[in-house]
């Protein structure tokens, strides 16, 4: 026969229940008897389903390492090696192989060539970069006496830039077309 418990009643016995499971005890230990109870009005009240208890996880305990032990180690022996024999090594056939560019920069700032006044080897390129936000040039010679040598055109501001290689020893003065008083130097040495 299938009697209903109250849900205070099914309360009790599952606390009882998970308190005896934690204590090691078993449920016949630690439930007191069940007392008879007038039995409630029927109402649709869904039955409670058990719950389990998990068992609780075994520990693992590690095991102790064992102690290291000093083995020896092997003495080494002696073990004559042949000597090389002599083989002929060709020389190496030269290669054209590029020269490494080198290059220098020069920033264009506040209206002024920054450094100024440069020194490079020859083979040296040069890039100029606007990092104002409006124009400038880079035009070989001097405002009075332009030398034609290089001639950048506009070059935008916010990053452009305008490169020329020196090829031969010099001293090469350059001004912006645009700006009175923005000038620099380039020297150019062997």
Known sequence: MYRRMSVYTTLVFTLAFLLSACAGLTPADAIPAPTETPEPALTDTPELAPTETPEPEPTNTPEPEPEPTDTPEPEPTDTPKPAPEPTDTPEPEPTDTPAQEIRAEVVMRNNSFQP????????????????????????????????????????????????????????????CDYHVGMNGTVTVQQ
């Open 116 to 175: 100024q006044e440069i020194t490079v080897q020859v083979d040296t390129s040069v890039i100029w970069t606007n990092e104002d936000s409006f124009g400038h040039t880079v035009t070989a010679g001097t405002r009075s006496n332009p030398s034609g040598l290089f001639q950048s055109g506009n070059v935008s501001g916010g990053g452009d830039t305008f490169e020329f290689t020196f090829d031969q020893p010099g001293t090469y003065p350059y001004f």
